[in-house]
């Protein structure tokens, strides 16, 4: 087939009347089933439109539980009403982002940019960004920052609590600006994992968004669908499947609309006119590997040098059960290689614990008698990636 007759195709064969909708990053103008959440966050949030200090607020709840767009909605919605009065101002941060939550200066650099001024990217001492940063806010028209920041956990876990105790500090040397602290988590015992100093002075709010049911989730989907495709190009049955998968990975609306997304996507290529079932059965397929993959390309490399150990283990004698001894010996001497700061037992049993939490391995503990109990690991990475997955860690890793 010509390319010509391939382009020339495109237009007829698409389902999609406003594919946008489908993106994950799309902002409805409704958010169903989180009326209570949106309620709590804007009541807690309201005494700032008079220009009063709140209480740092942290949410939590599992990916697609519509954390964000909710927390973006009320913000949203407290800009509008402030309106000219320059009470308040409200900035987002993703610390998922590598580039920016990487380190403490970078945060404060990219925080010193949305308002306005500028920072080298690397070079000056910590304490003097932060002298930036204090300047700005003095300067600025507005009595209150409002923060957000998204997926906070990945900042801490990457660089330790000790930004959060340094940004709550900063208000008690501004006299003209607050910082009200917004911080979103995807890991339900994110403050367990911050020092109890650092926790006593953030005197937070808690508000925990549960996960989507089924029932919930086809709503989401119908609502989405219908403004996203073609007229009956969504088959009976495709919601539901669609709804039912997501609703077995905790209720995850993205997870929900990428599959549907990527089900249009895969009707298309094929010329059908019509999301069917295997779509969706297509899709989910593709999505799992492209997730792995992910996964696997943008760990630390301390999460890439351990997962490899355990690939490289696996495939000298896939019959053999690895234990966690094993890996640590294997990935002591892969350090050595590699020029790489050995990590202690323990933070190598945190890392085999977070690949077991993400499913790229099923660990169990058995009892060795008085040996004592060691974790038994298998590789859960499908075999039909696996050689992918071990193509990315040996290029990442220079092997």
């Known amino acids: 087939m010509e390319l010509d007759e391939i382009f020339d195709s495109v237009e007829s064969r698409s389902l999609f009347k406003n594919k946008q909708i489908m993106q994950s990053n799309h902002s409805p103008e409704d958010i169903p089933h989180r009326d209570e959440q949106i309620k709590s966050v804007a009541s807690i949030l309201a005494p700032s439109l008079l220009g009063e200090k709140t209480s740092n607020l942290f949410i939590y709840g599992k990916t697609g539980t519509g954390k964000t767009l909710s927390v973006q909605h009320v913000a949203n919605e407290l800009t509008k009403r402030s309106g000219e009065n320059k009470i308040l101002r409200v900035e987002y941060l993703n610390c998922k982002l590598k580039k920016v939550a990487d380190t403490e200066y970078r945060i404060l650099a990219e925080l010193i940019k949305k308002l306005g001024g500028s920072v080298p990217a690397t070079g000056l001492p910590t304490d003097q960004v932060y002298l930036r940063f204090l300047d700005i806010l003095e300067n600025s028209p507005e009595k209150l920052l409002i923060l957000i920041l998204d ?35 995807n890991d339900l015992r994110f403050l367990d994992m911050i020092d109890q100093r650092v926790r006593s002075s953030l005197s937070e709010e808690e508000i925990v968004f549960p996960p989507y049911n089924a029932v919930q989730l086809q709503d989401i989907l119908r609502k989405r669908a219908n403004e996203a495709f073609k007229p009956n190009v969504v088959n009976e049955g495709v919601i539901a499947k669609c709804a039912a998968y997501a609703a077995r990975e905790h209720g995850d609306a993205r997870r929900a609309l990428d599959l549907l997304r990527v089900a249009g996507e895969l009707a298309e290529r094929n010329s059908d006119k019509k999301i069917k079932i295997e779509h969706i059965d297509n899709a989910n397929e593709k999505i799992e590997k492209d997730k792995i993959l992910d996964v696997v390309e943008t760990g630390t490399k301390q999460f890439q040098m351990i997962l490899y150990s355990i690939i490289d283990l696996v495939d000298k004698d896939e019959n053999k059960s690895v234990f966690t001894g094993d890996i640590f010996d294997f990935y002591d001497q892969l350090c050595k290689k590699v020029r790489i700061d050995v990590l202690t037992q323990r933070r190598v049993s945190d890392i085999i614990a977070e690949l077991d939490m993400l499913g790229l391995i099923n660990a169990r503990v058995i009892s060795k008698g008085r040996h004592g109990r060691m974790r038994e690991i298998k590789l859960a990475i499908p075999n039909n990636i696996k050689k992918k997955s071990k193509e990315i860690l040996e290029d990442s890793l220079g092997l």
């Open 151 to 185: 997926e906070i956990d990945q900042a801490v876990k990457k660089i330790g609590d000790e930004f959060l105790y340094n940004l709550t500090r900063l208000n008690s040397e501004l006299n003209n600006t607050q910082i009200i602290v917004v911080g979103i988590s």
